[in-house]
């Protein structure tokens, strides 16, 4: 019977000739994590089951948020991490966000169930894995017996055509895209869905721009993103040798599949800059509609605009310039490998040299942990989310969108579309 990617991912871990939507099944977990910023909630549970890690090789405990602890309670929750890392004999990872980490040791690879703690776990999705949040509680079970329930989710397809990308017209303005496709639906339409992204014009999308694709999704209120794996994944898989490397399966869906929607985009179409305006990263309108607002902050980073092509990007822009004196500028790779390549390449030289604050890996003024904006402040950010108060202030106003556009903002001081860069 023919399937969606998704339900064959789900029924080879449950161990079942075909599921379909709806159904709830048990699957067997192939890899899942636990952060500082949720442990003490994970640990409670975890020692009240009073048993132990079911597969070291396959669960990771990450610092990535309070990296480093800024605060005595930040301080509490790593410690008690590292010393559990320490008691397990388990690696405690701090070389940046955990999706990223996932992408750099080969760990995130072609139908396998990942499943841990983070809202943004969709990102690896980029590379065909079903990979789905859960809460520390949750996590906690995992730890203890390697698997979880799921109730299977309906697919929309969302097929790419045309193509390559306008130039300053990035992964992220195609992703917003896929919000106002969406959005126009109606708020809830994509609630507990897989957003599966096939096509021919995928061929255009590295595995930066799929990572950013799968990560918007989460805004979305998917289950899951599902990006079909091709030659550049595989290319990829075969660079690493891990345990996870010799245990995935490149599925694709049934071109006669039961799927809830279908929605085809032209990459051509996407032919100016999208901002989401406060306070949701689903309120997307044209750059025209809010070029001009004045900045306080500019930030480049998080787990969705941070890699090494984003920061090439947005030096690429700003090289031999100064940013705008009003505007302070941070920039946070979203890995130490990220930032070890960005200084060889010269692009932490240039952006330093033009008033960047280069910060350390990690998830940064994404969640507020710096940058804090004060009342009536605004930051242009390349992160997922401006929720009221995500930065600081609940006076303060976060809008969204690409390093391309955040690195003329920081230039200019105020909301700028990268197609002017001549004027500059």
Same mark, same amino acid.
């Given at each position: 019977?023919?399937?969606?990617?998704?339900?064959?991912?789900?029924?080879?871990? %449950?161990?079942?000739?075909?599921?379909?939507?709806?159904?709830?099944?048990?699957?067997?977990?192939?890899? &899942?994590?636990?952060?500082?910023?949720?442990?003490?909630?994970?640990?409670?549970?975890?020692?009240?089951?009073?048993?132990?890690?079911?597969?070291?090789?396959?669960?990771?405990?990450?610092?990535?948020?309070? @990296?480093?602890?800024?605060?005595?309670?930040?301080?509490?929750?790593?410690?008690?991490?590292?010393?559990?890392?320490?008691?397990?004999?388990?690696?405690?990872?701090?070389?940046?966000?955990?999706?990223?980490?996932?992408?750099?040791?080969?760990?995130?690879?072609?139908?396998?169930?990942?499943?841990?703690?983070?809202?943004?776990?969709?990102?690896?999705?980029?590379?065909?894995?079903?990979?789905?949040?859960?809460?520390?509680?949750?996590?906690?079970?995992?730890?203890?017996?390697?698997?979880?329930?799921?109730?299977?989710?309906?697919?929309?397809?969302?097929?790419?055509?045309?193509?390559?990308?306008?130039?300053? @017209?990035?992964?992220?303005?195609?992703?917003?895209?896929?919000?106002?496709?969406?959005?126009?639906?109606?708020?809830?339409?994509?609630?507990?869905?897989?957003?599966?992204?096939?096509?021919?014009?995928?061929?255009?999308?590295?595995?930066?721009?799929?990572?950013?694709?799968?990560?918007?999704?989460?805004?979305?209120?998917?289950?899951?993103?599902?990006?079909?794996?091709?030659?550049?994944?595989?290319?990829?898989?075969?660079?690493?040798?891990? &345990?996870?490397?010799?245990?995935?399966?490149?599925?694709?869906?049934?071109?006669?599949?039961?799927?809830?929607?279908?929605?085809?985009?032209?990459?051509?179409?996407?032919?100016?800059?999208?901002?989401?305006?406060?306070?949701?990263? &689903?309120?997307?309108?044209?750059?025209?509609?809010?070029?001009?607002?004045?900045?306080?902050?500019?930030? @480049?980073?998080?787990?969705?605009?941070?890699?090494?092509?984003?920061?090439?990007?947005? %030096?690429?822009?700003?090289?031999?310039?100064?940013?705008?004196?009003?505007?302070?500028?941070?920039?946070?790779?979203?890995?130490?490998?990220?930032?070890?390549?960005?200084?060889?390449?010269?692009?932490?030289?240039?952006?330093?040299?033009?008033? %960047?604050?280069?910060?350390?890996?990690?998830?940064?003024?994404?969640?507020?942990?710096?940058?804090?904006?004060?009342?009536?402040?605004?930051?242009?950010?390349?992160?997922?989310?401006?929720?009221?108060?995500?930065?600081?202030?609940?006076?303060?106003?976060?809008?969204?969108?690409?390093?391309?556009?955040?690195?003329?903002?920081?230039?200019?001081?105020?909301?700028?579309?990268?197609?002017?860069?001549?004027?500059?």
């Amino acid at each position: 019977m023919p399937s969606t990617a998704t339900e064959k991912i789900l029924a080879r871990a %449950a161990n079942l000739n075909k599921v379909r939507y709806d159904n709830i099944i048990e699957c067997k977990v192939d890899l &899942t994590w636990m952060t500082a910023n949720h442990f003490l909630i994970f640990k409670e549970t975890f020692d009240q089951i009073g048993s132990n890690i079911w597969n070291k090789e396959k669960v990771k405990l990450i610092i990535d948020h309070f @990296i480093p602890p800024r605060t005595e309670a930040q301080a509490k929750a790593c410690k008690a991490i590292q010393d559990f890392a320490n008691k397990q004999n388990v690696e405690l990872i701090t070389d940046g966000i955990k999706h990223q980490i996932f992408r750099e040791r080969g760990w995130a690879v072609p139908g396998i169930i990942m499943a841990g703690n983070d809202s943004h776990t969709n990102t690896s999705g980029a590379f065909g894995a079903f990979a789905a949040a859960l809460g520390p509680t949750e996590t906690a079970l995992i730890f203890s017996n390697g698997k979880m329930w799921f109730k299977v989710p309906q697919t929309i397809q969302i097929n790419l055509e045309g193509g390559p990308l306008h130039k300053y @017209i990035t992964a992220r303005d195609l992703g917003m895209e896929i919000f106002r496709r969406i959005e126009s639906k109606s708020a809830i339409y994509a609630q507990y869905k897989t957003i599966e992204i096939t096509g021919p014009a995928l061929k255009y999308l590295n595995i930066s721009d799929r990572m950013t694709l799968a990560n918007l999704s989460t805004e979305l209120g998917a289950k899951n993103c599902f990006i079909e794996p091709d030659s550049v994944i595989e290319e990829h898989v075969k660079s690493f040798n891990s &345990t996870f490397q010799h245990s995935c399966y490149f599925f694709k869906s049934d071109e006669d599949a039961e799927f809830f929607d279908k929605i085809t985009i032209n990459l051509d179409s996407v032919d100016s800059p999208l901002i989401a305006r406060p306070a949701s990263p &689903t309120n997307i309108v044209d750059i025209k509609k809010v070029e001009g607002i004045k900045l306080d902050q500019v930030f @480049i980073g998080s787990c969705l605009n941070s890699h090494l092509e984003d920061l090439r990007l947005a %030096a690429n822009i700003l090289q031999g310039k100064k940013i705008n004196p009003q505007t302070r500028f941070i920039v946070t790779p979203s890995s130490r490998k990220i930032y070890i390549d960005a200084l060889q390449e010269g692009i932490i030289k240039i952006l330093s040299e033009t008033g %960047a604050i280069i910060s350390t890996p990690g998830c940064s003024a994404c969640v507020g942990l710096e940058g804090v904006l004060s009342d009536e402040q605004i930051c242009f950010s390349t992160s997922p989310r401006n929720y009221i108060g995500r930065m600081g202030s609940n006076k303060a106003k976060i809008y969204l969108g690409s390093p391309a556009v955040a690195a003329m903002s920081a230039l200019s001081g105020q909301i700028t579309n990268p197609q002017r860069i001549k004027e500059y």
